[in-house]
């Protein structure tokens, strides 16, 4: 078992001569496959089995997910590609949609997120895109519990107890109720489109 860590350096002004450091660590634990639970086994066999009903004629790359909800079902989703890239979607949120449309009061305890080519699964685990990370906040933010993340590969799985140590400086619900927020705030929201529009106006601020 090997625990890999990341610094992530962010440097704020405050004032003309003084800087702000701030460290973020984040922490993986890297195991091997027999290293794992029979729980993240089964559900690390059902992303891997997910690969198969992935539909990616342009890409050729299949990824899949299974998530494993508070009441021990399990839920799969695999990346679905369109000629118009825009138009497709990725495993881990055909499969978050899912779950959280199908079962609305249930948390996701874990989600694990395998991947391969035409010939095999990838040899070094493949972290989910940026609107896929968004939508895991998202999920981990509506039921107030952390979601475990497994990512599979055929040489390690890395183990994240938690959205953050994939999205550790995120944007999430709070900042509509922070007081920092712009004075002139619109938020339209087209619920069958899922299309938002936000616009700031940023002629007022606060200290």
């Known amino acids: 078992m090997e625990i890999k860590s990341k610094r992530l350096h962010l440097h704020t002004n405050?004032?003309?001569n003084t800087m702000k450091e701030i460290k973020l660590e984040i922490n993986i634990e890297a195991r091997n496959y027999n290293e794992l639970t029979e729980e993240d086994r089964k559900l690390v066999d059902a992303a891997c089995k997910a690969t198969q009903r992935s539909y990616a004629p342009y890409s050729h790359?299949?990824?899949g997910a299974a998530a494993l909800l508070e009441n021990g079902v399990v839920v799969t989703g695999s990346n679905q590609e369109n000629a118009a890239y825009p138009s497709g979607l990725c495993a881990e949120r055909t499969t978050l949609f899912y779950a959280n449309s199908q079962y609305p009061d249930q948390a996701v305890k874990t989600?694990?997120?395998?991947?391969?080519t035409e010939q095999d699964f990838l040899d070094t685990p493949?972290?989910?895109c940026g609107a896929c990370r968004q939508v895991l906040l998202e999920t981990e933010k509506r039921f107030?519990?952390?979601m475990r993340i497994l990512l599979y590969s055929k040489s390690d799985i890395y183990i994240m107890e938690g959205v953050s140590a994939l999205l550790p400086l995120s944007f999430d619900g709070d900042y509509f109720n922070n007081e920092l927020i712009p004075s002139f705030f619109i938020k339209v929201t087209y619920a069958r489109t899922g299309?938002?529009?936000r616009m700031?106006?940023?002629i007022?601020?606060?200290a």
């Open 14 to 16: 405050q004032g003309l």
């Open 61 to 63: 790359f299949s990824v």
């Open 111 to 116: 989600l694990a997120i395998a991947a391969r």
């Open 126 to 128: 493949i972290p989910p």
């Open 144 to 146: 107030g519990k952390p």
């Open 195 to 197: 299309i938002c529009v």
């Open 200 to 202: 700031y106006s940023f």
């Open 204 to 206: 007022r601020t606060y």
